[in-house]
């Protein structure tokens, strides 16, 4: 009994761990990587919805990579956009923009890491290859 009493003890201690480790606050870094990735996603599928304004064609590229130092003036460039206001998916998306703007050079300017300064890889980004199936 004993024996089963500190196994199911020992378990209980290890998925509690497990579920802590879980709740841990994002870092700065894993918040700006996430929001980046939401936005270029977001991005994505606004160019490929049928269901658009055609002013959506005419917005500047948004691929977003964190770790090249241009992705400032893309993501500034991006919010000054002028138009397309009245597309709500665009003022939406906007607005993330402007949220990781804020985030990247207020609260996360210390913690982020440049590992270049190649404005063109965010014009022309080498995508991974489609895997055929």
Known sequence: KLATMKM???LIALLSAAL???AAPPTCYSR?????KE??????ELQTS???????ETLPKLYLDIHNYCVLAKLRDFVAYPRCERVL???ELKEKA???YTIMISYCRRD???LTDDCSALENPILPPIESS
Do not use: G, N, Y
Not at 32 to 36: A, D, G, K, Q, R
């Open 8 to 10: 199911l003890l020992s």
């Open 20 to 22: 802590l480790a879980d």
């Open 32 to 36: 700006v990587l996430s929001l980046s």
């Open 39 to 44: 936005i270029t996603e977001s991005f994505k």
């Open 50 to 56: 049928k269901a658009v304004d055609s002013c959506v």
């Open 89 to 91: 998916e665009v003022s």
């Open 98 to 100: 402007r949220s990781l």
């Open 112 to 114: 982020l890491v440049f």
